[in-house]
């Protein structure tokens, strides 16, 4: 019920997300959850979708996801143990997680052989390229095209390169991390770089928001 109103408004007011614990998270988690949960609805999410959300964090989305979802169709790629647990246990209502029984991995290298799945209908990643490495990307398509059929859609949150902020070169991971929980460094990509890393593993990509320098971009296969 609370979905169906969600995708028709924007900004419904949901009560129920209400009976959350005080958060230690930060300002808008419901908002952009909620957000990130309209995004895949409009790419066509729909409840007996299998959905991998590669670094689910403490579930801002996931929260959503797995109402929403079927039993079973929600899988979270998570490294860092803590944070995962807080989700699953402060942000996920008990009966939800038992009722929906999504399925979680700790792995780092962006392998998606984890949950023994041939393929899934959506990969889902929010401010993960964010943070990410070109190497890291490209690890990630290289996963969803092994793991998607005809009609799977990728779909990330990214900031795009500028002169102001060029494009991420690094081979490395900045961002908070799981080590010692510091790094709050956001990276920007430059999208003709991914859009011809995109079509070397067979996908199109289609920038959602050209005008905007934090775009969605949609990924699917050619
Ligand atoms: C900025 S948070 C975003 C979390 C969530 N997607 C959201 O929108 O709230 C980035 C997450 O990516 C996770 N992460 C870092 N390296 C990763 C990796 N190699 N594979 C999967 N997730 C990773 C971090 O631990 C962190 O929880």
Redesign the pocket.
């Given at each position: 019920m609370i979905i169906r109103r969600l995708s028709a408004d924007p900004e419904p007011d949901l009560k129920s997300i209400d009976d959350l614990p005080a958060l230690p998270l930060a300002p808008g988690f419901k908002q952009?959850g909620r957000r990130?949960l309209i995004t895949l609805l409009q790419a066509g999410l729909s409840p007996d979708s299998l959905l991998l959300?590669?670094?689910?964090?403490?579930l801002?989305?996931g929260y959503w996801f797995i109402h929403f979802l079927n039993a079973g169709g929600y899988h979270g790629?998570?490294?860092?143990e803590a944070?995962l647990e807080f989700g699953r246990h402060s942000i996920l209502p008990p009966e939800i997680l038992a009722g929906k029984q999504p399925r979680f991995s700790g792995?780092?290298?962006?392998d998606f052989t984890e949950f023994g799945r041939e393929t899934f209908d959506f990969f889902f990643?929010?401010?993960?390229w964010?943070?990410?490495s070109k190497q890291?990307i490209d690890r990630m398509l290289s996963q969803a095209a092994r793991h998607s059929h005809q009609e799977s859609l990728f779909i990330t949150s990214c900031w795009r390169a500028t002169a102001t902020h060029p494009d991420h070169a690094e081979d490395r991971?900045l961002?908070?991390?799981?080590d010692d929980g510091q790094g709050v460094t956001k990276v920007h990509h430059d999208f003709d770089k991914l859009r011809k890393m995109a079509a070397g593993h067979g996908f199109g990509m289609q920038d959602l928001y050209p005008n905007r320098s934090y775009s969605w971009l949609k990924f699917s296969r050619l």
């Open positions: 952009e990130q959300d590669i670094g689910c964090g403490w801002r989305g790629i998570e490294p860092w944070r792995n780092e290298d962006y990643a929010s401010s993960i964010s943070h990410c890291a991971w961002g908070k991390n799981k």
